[in-house]
Structures are given as C-alpha cells and as structure tokens.
C-alpha cells in the first residue's frame, strides 16, 4: 500500500476513535429532515461557442427518498440578452431545454425566466471578456514522498479588473469531479500558473503516462464564481446538515445559470 495511503487511513482510524471516546457525552438533538420541501434545481448556462446550449431543470426530493433527480417537463423556459434577442427554448427530453438563436457575445448581459405553473425563477448574467488559455503542463510533484503528476493551466489575469475563472478538468475521457473556482484577488495583472491538483482513493485515477489530458478555461461572472466557490465549501463541510450554495437564481430555485467564454487545450501524459 501506498505511503500516502496507509497515512490516510490512520486518520481515519484516530477519527474514529476519537468519536467513540466523544460519544458518552454527546447531546442527542433530533432533526426532522423530512420538513425540507422539494425545491427546484435550474442548472444552465450560454457560451460564446456556437449552439445549441441548454437548461436543465430537476426536483429536489425528500430526505428518506432515492437521489435520482426526474427533469421537470413542461416548463416555459425564455432566454434573451440586452441586445433585443429573445428564444423559447424546446424541451428535447425531459428537463433538458435547449435553444440556438441567441449568440453567446462577451460583454452582453443575459436573462434567463423559467415558468413552472405559477412559479417562476429569473436570473441575470453577463459575459466576461475571453482572458487567453495560454498554455497546459504537466510537472511532476512528491505528495507524502510519492511522485505525482499535476495538470497546470497558464493565463495571464488583464490588470485594473475584478476576473473570475472556473476550469474543468478531463482525463482520458473521464471528468474529474472536483470544482476549480478562482479569483484574481491575489493575482491581479499577473501571469497565472493554475494548478489542478486533486486526490483519489483508487490508484487507477490518478494521471499517469499515457493519459490524455483535457482542460476547459471559462471566464465567468462573479455571481457564478460565488455559486461556485460556496458549492464547493458546501462539499467540504463535515456538518450533518450543510447549507445551499448561494444561487443567482431568484424565485427559490437552486442551481445556476451562467454566461461564459469557453476555451479548452489538450495534452498526452509523456
């Protein structure tokens, strides 16, 4: 077994341990999760990339309820932006809305409006200008005195500017499910080597010689990075209950809708 590995495993054992010794004095506190009502899920966004682009929208279920999420069929779903363009998207299967005639134009504000019966859910957001994807690399790292090989994306942040990024990260076909979120609070006007670091317990997931590796680059706007960034310190809660991301969607609906710019490169794992 890995040396990074067998340490991992001892934490969780003191872990362990320690709730056990912890327990005795606990206060035992009831919670009725079965009160959250069902709540709407709008996950969607529009690109700079030729169409179509999409709009998915899913129910929440309750608490002691399977976690497949059904599409939400039959809602109205318009899409527009402040330059006087305007599409009703059409249900291709069950909540998955798709539209091509509004272009994706950086700069450009656009506006989502859902109906669902006599709800409805709005959101607004506007196009970063595209910040250039300028180079991918693999360096080599030692983690707990193990090699690893680490995916870095290379962008130069425009000074003078608030920038927010998100990066996707693919390899050999398989997405890595861990969130890339940033902001150029700390790196404004400077030249950016972003690492994309992540961690798994199957050793057959870590990026190997061979690979074929594939990083998306979006520009995105600060409601979406907020979205975001509190999805993934949500993930990273220890807590029974932890709470909702924070949604630019209006209404009472969870989700997103984002307006992006999209650039991707690829590289082979030597």
Do not use: W
Not at 94 to 103: L, W
Not at 168 to 197: F, P
Not at 237 to 253: C, K, Y
């Amino acid at each position: 077994m890995k040396l990074y590995r067998m340490r991992y495993l001892i934490l969780l054992l003191l872990a362990a341990l320690l709730m056990q010794l912890l327990s005795a004095c606990e206060q035992v506190i009831e919670v009725n999760l079965n009160d959250a009502s069902p709540r709407y899920v709008i996950e969607g966004s529009i690109t700079d990339e030729a169409g179509p682009y999409q709009i998915r929208i899913t129910r929440t279920k309750n608490f002691d309820e399977d976690n497949t999420f059904e599409g939400v069929t039959g809602a109205v779903v318009l899409v527009s932006d402040n330059a006087g363009n305007m599409e009703t998207l059409q249900e291709h299967s069950p909540g998955i809305y798709t539209g091509s005639i509004v272009p994706g134009v950086p700069g450009r504000s656009y506006f989502l409006n859902v109906l669902i019966g006599e709800e409805r859910f709005t959101a607004t957001s506007t196009m970063p200008a595209l910040v250039p994807f300028e180079d991918l690399y693999i360096e080599e790292q030692s983690t707990f005195g193990e090699a690893r090989k680490v995916p870095y994306a290379v962008f130069t942040d425009p000074a003078g500017e608030p920038n927010y990024y998100r990066f996707l990260l693919t390899v050999s076909g398989r997405r890595v499910n861990v969130i890339y979120a940033y902001t150029d609070q700390y790196t404004d006007g400077r030249q950016v080597k972003r690492s994309l670091r992540y961690f798994t317990e199957n050793e057959d997931d870590d990026i190997k010689t061979g690979d074929q590796i594939e990083v998306e680059m979006q520009s995105i706007d600060s409601p979406v990075y907020t979205y975001f960034y509190s999805l993934s310190q949500t993930i990273g809660q220890n807590a029974a209950a932890p709470g909702n991301p924070v949604s630019n969607i209006t209404g009472g609906a969870l989700g997103y809708f984002s307006a992006h710019t999209v650039q991707r490169k690829s590289i082979a794992v030597e």
